[in-house]
Protein backbone atom coordinates (compact mmCIF):
# COMPACT_ATOMS: atom_id res chain seq x y z
CA UNK A 1 0.00 0.00 0.00
CA UNK A 2 1.38 3.10 -0.64
CA UNK A 3 -0.69 5.55 1.06
CA UNK A 4 -0.75 7.54 4.01
CA UNK A 5 -0.73 5.03 7.03
CA UNK A 6 -1.77 5.80 10.45
CA UNK A 7 -1.23 3.72 13.80
CA UNK A 8 -3.33 2.88 15.59
CA UNK A 9 -6.27 3.54 14.27
CA UNK A 10 -8.37 3.74 17.70
CA UNK A 11 -7.37 4.64 21.02
CA UNK A 12 -9.25 4.70 24.16
CA UNK A 13 -7.07 6.68 27.07
CA UNK A 14 -8.48 7.64 30.63
CA UNK A 15 -8.29 11.87 31.16
CA UNK A 16 -4.44 12.59 31.89
CA UNK A 17 -2.70 10.16 30.65
CA UNK A 18 -0.31 10.69 27.73
CA UNK A 19 -1.04 9.87 24.07
CA UNK A 20 1.71 9.26 21.32
CA UNK A 21 0.04 9.03 17.08
CA UNK A 22 2.47 7.81 14.20
CA UNK A 23 2.39 8.89 10.67
CA UNK A 24 3.75 7.45 7.96
CA UNK A 25 3.30 9.55 4.95
CA UNK A 26 3.47 8.87 0.67
CA UNK A 27 7.39 8.43 0.19
CA UNK A 28 8.20 10.89 -1.92
CA UNK A 29 5.61 13.77 0.03
CA UNK A 30 8.37 15.71 1.83
CA UNK A 31 5.58 18.17 3.02
CA UNK A 32 3.05 16.43 5.83
CA UNK A 33 0.27 17.93 7.89
CA UNK A 34 -2.01 16.86 11.23
CA UNK A 35 -5.34 17.83 11.50
CA UNK A 36 -8.34 17.09 14.06
CA UNK A 37 -11.96 16.46 13.06
CA UNK A 38 -14.56 16.31 15.43
CA UNK A 39 -18.02 15.18 15.02
CA UNK A 40 -19.79 17.53 12.23
CA UNK A 41 -16.86 19.28 12.02
CA UNK A 42 -14.79 19.77 9.00
CA UNK A 43 -11.54 19.07 9.30
CA UNK A 44 -8.80 21.65 11.64
CA UNK A 45 -5.40 22.36 10.85
CA UNK A 46 -2.95 21.53 13.85
CA UNK A 47 0.43 21.94 12.01
CA UNK A 48 2.81 20.85 9.58
CA UNK A 49 6.68 19.88 8.56
CA UNK A 50 8.30 20.24 5.36
CA UNK A 51 10.90 17.89 5.35
CA UNK A 52 11.67 18.12 8.78
CA UNK A 53 11.37 21.31 9.75
CA UNK A 54 7.93 22.02 11.57
CA UNK A 55 6.71 25.22 9.35
CA UNK A 56 3.67 26.42 11.23
CA UNK A 57 1.98 25.53 14.18
CA UNK A 58 -2.19 26.26 14.80
CA UNK A 59 -3.29 28.88 17.90
CA UNK A 60 -5.21 25.57 18.06
CA UNK A 61 -2.57 23.69 19.41
CA UNK A 62 -1.90 23.93 22.89
CA UNK A 63 0.94 23.39 24.72
CA UNK A 64 -0.10 19.76 25.48
CA UNK A 65 0.43 18.99 22.00
CA UNK A 66 3.81 18.25 20.32
CA UNK A 67 4.72 16.82 16.74
CA UNK A 68 7.88 15.81 15.42
CA UNK A 69 9.25 14.39 12.20
CA UNK A 70 12.92 12.93 12.49
CA UNK A 71 14.95 12.71 9.66
CA UNK A 72 12.21 14.09 7.55
CA UNK A 73 9.90 10.60 7.06
CA UNK A 74 7.18 9.33 9.38
CA UNK A 75 5.90 11.84 12.22
CA UNK A 76 4.41 11.48 15.49
CA UNK A 77 2.05 13.66 17.47
CA UNK A 78 1.46 13.31 20.92
CA UNK A 79 -0.83 14.81 23.40
CA UNK A 80 -0.03 14.77 27.37
CA UNK A 81 -2.27 15.06 30.17
CA UNK A 82 -5.36 13.91 27.93
CA UNK A 83 -8.47 16.23 28.66
CA UNK A 84 -12.05 14.44 27.20
CA UNK A 85 -11.97 17.41 24.67
CA UNK A 86 -9.08 15.81 22.85
CA UNK A 87 -11.71 13.31 21.95
CA UNK A 88 -11.76 13.40 18.24
CA UNK A 89 -10.53 11.89 14.65
CA UNK A 90 -6.12 13.10 14.11
CA UNK A 91 -5.36 12.99 10.73
CA UNK A 92 -2.47 13.07 8.69
CA UNK A 93 -2.21 14.01 5.56
CA UNK A 94 0.85 14.37 3.02
CA UNK A 95 1.74 16.71 -0.02
CA UNK A 96 4.63 17.21 -3.03
CA UNK A 97 4.46 20.88 -2.52
CA UNK A 98 5.57 23.31 -5.67
CA UNK A 99 3.17 21.80 -7.97
CA UNK A 100 0.16 23.93 -9.52
CA UNK A 101 -2.16 21.26 -7.90
CA UNK A 102 -0.82 20.49 -4.29
CA UNK A 103 -3.33 18.46 -3.28
CA UNK A 104 -3.46 16.41 0.23
CA UNK A 105 -3.57 12.93 0.47
CA UNK A 106 -5.33 12.39 3.94
CA UNK A 107 -4.61 8.90 6.08
CA UNK A 108 -7.45 6.95 7.31
CA UNK A 109 -6.59 8.65 10.63
CA UNK A 110 -6.60 7.70 14.61
CA UNK A 111 -9.79 7.96 16.49
CA UNK A 112 -9.02 9.25 20.09
CA UNK A 113 -11.48 8.53 23.15
CA UNK A 114 -10.72 10.27 25.99
CA UNK A 115 -12.37 8.85 29.17
CA UNK B 1 -9.25 34.76 7.59
CA UNK B 2 -9.95 32.24 5.35
CA UNK B 3 -13.65 31.28 5.55
CA UNK B 4 -15.71 28.34 4.16
CA UNK B 5 -19.39 27.75 4.50
CA UNK B 6 -20.77 24.57 3.39
CA UNK B 7 -24.87 24.37 2.56
CA UNK B 8 -27.18 22.36 3.39
CA UNK B 9 -25.32 20.77 6.69
CA UNK B 10 -27.59 17.41 5.76
CA UNK B 11 -29.30 16.05 2.04
CA UNK B 12 -31.35 13.15 1.54
CA UNK B 13 -31.89 12.25 -2.09
CA UNK B 14 -33.87 9.69 -3.48
CA UNK B 15 -31.56 7.41 -6.37
CA UNK B 16 -31.49 9.33 -9.52
CA UNK B 17 -32.44 12.66 -7.91
CA UNK B 18 -30.11 15.06 -8.97
CA UNK B 19 -29.06 18.16 -6.99
CA UNK B 20 -26.34 20.75 -5.70
CA UNK B 21 -24.16 21.46 -2.94
CA UNK B 22 -22.61 24.76 -2.07
CA UNK B 23 -19.97 26.31 -0.67
CA UNK B 24 -19.53 30.08 -0.29
CA UNK B 25 -16.15 31.24 0.73
CA UNK B 26 -14.11 34.45 1.46
CA UNK B 27 -10.11 34.31 1.02
CA UNK B 28 -7.69 36.72 -0.12
CA UNK B 29 -6.23 35.56 -2.81
CA UNK B 30 -7.51 32.20 -3.94
CA UNK B 31 -4.93 29.77 -4.82
CA UNK B 32 -7.06 26.72 -5.06
CA UNK B 33 -10.69 25.10 -3.97
CA UNK B 34 -10.70 22.08 -3.32
CA UNK B 35 -13.48 18.74 -3.19
CA UNK B 36 -13.33 15.80 -0.75
CA UNK B 37 -15.55 13.11 -0.05
CA UNK B 38 -15.06 10.91 3.19
CA UNK B 39 -16.73 8.07 4.12
CA UNK B 40 -17.69 7.27 7.70
CA UNK B 41 -14.33 6.40 9.85
CA UNK B 42 -12.02 7.08 6.72
CA UNK B 43 -10.36 10.13 5.79
CA UNK B 44 -11.33 12.42 2.93
CA UNK B 45 -10.45 11.61 -0.60
CA UNK B 46 -9.77 14.08 -3.15
CA UNK B 47 -11.83 14.52 -5.85
CA UNK B 48 -11.30 18.10 -7.29
CA UNK B 49 -9.44 21.06 -7.77
CA UNK B 50 -10.83 24.70 -9.26
CA UNK B 51 -8.30 27.60 -9.24
CA UNK B 52 -10.09 30.30 -11.52
CA UNK B 53 -13.94 31.52 -11.67
CA UNK B 54 -15.56 29.70 -14.71
CA UNK B 55 -13.60 26.22 -14.65
CA UNK B 56 -15.39 22.91 -14.23
CA UNK B 57 -14.14 19.96 -13.58
CA UNK B 58 -16.09 16.43 -14.04
CA UNK B 59 -15.67 12.90 -12.60
CA UNK B 60 -18.66 10.42 -13.28
CA UNK B 61 -21.78 12.10 -11.89
CA UNK B 62 -20.02 14.50 -10.11
CA UNK B 63 -19.90 17.99 -11.89
CA UNK B 64 -17.60 21.26 -9.98
CA UNK B 65 -18.32 24.57 -10.79
CA UNK B 66 -16.77 27.52 -9.10
CA UNK B 67 -17.41 31.82 -9.18
CA UNK B 68 -15.48 34.05 -7.40
CA UNK B 69 -17.48 33.60 -4.52
CA UNK B 70 -18.82 30.20 -4.09
CA UNK B 71 -18.88 26.63 -5.73
CA UNK B 72 -20.96 24.28 -6.48
CA UNK B 73 -20.97 20.40 -6.64
CA UNK B 74 -23.82 19.23 -8.92
CA UNK B 75 -24.25 15.28 -8.62
CA UNK B 76 -26.53 14.08 -11.78
CA UNK B 77 -28.58 10.99 -11.27
CA UNK B 78 -27.33 10.45 -7.62
CA UNK B 79 -26.71 6.58 -6.53
CA UNK B 80 -26.46 5.19 -3.09
CA UNK B 81 -22.70 4.76 -3.63
CA UNK B 82 -22.01 8.06 -3.58
CA UNK B 83 -23.59 8.56 0.42
CA UNK B 84 -20.80 10.67 1.54
CA UNK B 85 -19.72 13.17 3.12
CA UNK B 86 -18.65 16.22 0.41
CA UNK B 87 -16.17 18.40 1.82
CA UNK B 88 -14.63 22.35 0.46
CA UNK B 89 -11.76 23.55 1.17
CA UNK B 90 -9.64 26.90 -0.13
CA UNK B 91 -5.88 27.80 -0.44
CA UNK B 92 -4.45 31.22 -0.30
CA UNK B 93 -1.15 32.16 -0.31
CA UNK B 94 0.91 29.47 1.45
CA UNK B 95 -1.55 28.71 4.03
CA UNK B 96 -2.56 25.38 5.11
CA UNK B 97 -6.06 23.93 3.88
CA UNK B 98 -9.32 25.66 5.32
CA UNK B 99 -11.95 23.38 5.19
CA UNK B 100 -15.82 23.34 5.57
CA UNK B 101 -18.08 21.67 7.73
CA UNK B 102 -19.14 19.68 5.05
CA UNK B 103 -22.41 18.36 3.62
CA UNK B 104 -23.78 14.52 4.08
CA UNK B 105 -25.75 12.90 1.64
CA UNK B 106 -27.65 10.25 1.77
CA UNK B 107 -29.33 8.36 -1.57
CA UNK B 108 -31.75 5.95 -0.97
CA UNK B 109 -32.45 3.28 -3.34
Known amino acids: DTGVSQDPRHKITKRGQNVTFRCDPI?????LYWYRQTLGQGPEFLTYFQNEAQLEKSRLLSDRFSAERPKGSFSTLEIQRTEQGDSAMYLCASSFPGTTNEKLFFGSGTQLSVL | EDQVTQSPEALRLQEGESSSLNCSYTVSGLRGLFWYRQDPGKGPEFLFTLYSAGEEKEKERLKATLTKKESFLHITAPKPEDSATYLCAVRSGNTPLVFGKGTRLSVIA
Open chain 1, 27 to 31: SEHNR
